[in-house]
């Protein structure tokens, strides 16, 4: 059984600019979960997706956005990035076991 | 508010050795669930452990055992005869029942097993 797949695993971005982030969760699971790794605040959640619908949300800004597709497919997207949203970003879903399962991440860098 | 507290930030121990990571936590739910994690550098959170709030049972996985206690508020991780294999950074975290799968991390225990 597959894991849970992030792409991609890096990305370079400018100041400005808006990144989306994709995430495919394990076959079956339909609830998906983003994370924010830094060295500086840990592991922040973020959002989660359950049949398509936010089910809950982290204290981030408005800048920060996801959405979950009918396939349970997840994209977060970061609209105007700031130099502070360099981070691995974590995804990660669960099946009716109640366990949460993460992937690699996508390690996005703000220059 | 929930918080998890992982006092220790970085343990070094030699092969064979073993080795006790601590978590302490705080919530005010009377059902909760605690998770341990384990991050090596490739970055992927690798699941280890779930444990209810209702389940005081300590757990014994191979090398791993879990000791949980509700009266001092610690769930805590002890990896016996260590490998070089398990070094990586482990991290404790915490929900509510019904937080859906909005865990609330410490700041993790860099575990390193040298030769």
């Known amino acids: 059984k597959a894991g849970v797949t992030q792409t991609p695993r890096y990305l370079i971005k400018t100041r400005g600019q808006q990144v989306t982030l994709s995430c495919s969760p394990i076959?079956?699971?339909?609830?998906v979960s983003w994370y924010q790794q830094t060295p500086g605040q840990g592991l922040q959640f973020l959002f989660e997706y359950f049949s398509e619908t936010q089910r809950n949300k982290g204290n981030f800004p408005g800048r920060f956005s996801g959405r979950q597709f009918s396939n349970s497919r997840s994209e977060m997207n970061v609209s105007t990035l700031e130099l502070g949203d360099s981070a691995l970003y974590l995804c990660?879903?669960?099946?009716?076991?109640?366990?949460?399962?993460f992937g690699s991440g996508t390690q996005l860098s703000v220059l | 508010a929930q918080k998890v507290t992982q006092a220790q930030t970085e343990i070094s121990v030699v092969e064979k050795e073993d080795v006790t990571l601590d978590c302490v936590y705080e919530?005010?739910?009377?059902?909760?669930?605690l998770f341990w994690y384990k991050q090596p550098p490739s970055g992927e959170l690798v699941f280890l452990i779930r444990r209810n709030s209702f389940d005081e049972q300590n757990e014994i996985s191979g090398r791993y055992s879990w000791n949980f206690q509700k009266s001092t508020s610690s769930f805590n991780f002890t990896i016996t005869a260590s490998q070089v294999v398990d070094s990586a950074v482990y991290f404790c975290a915490l929900s509510a029942r019904g937080g859906g799968n909005k865990l609330t991390f410490g700041t993790g225990t860099q575990l390193k097993v040298e030769l």
């Open positions: 919530t005010r739910d009377t059902t909760y669930y």
């Open positions: 076959s079956g699971h339909r609830s």
């Open positions: 990660a879903s669960r099946g009716t076991d109640e366990k949460l399962f």
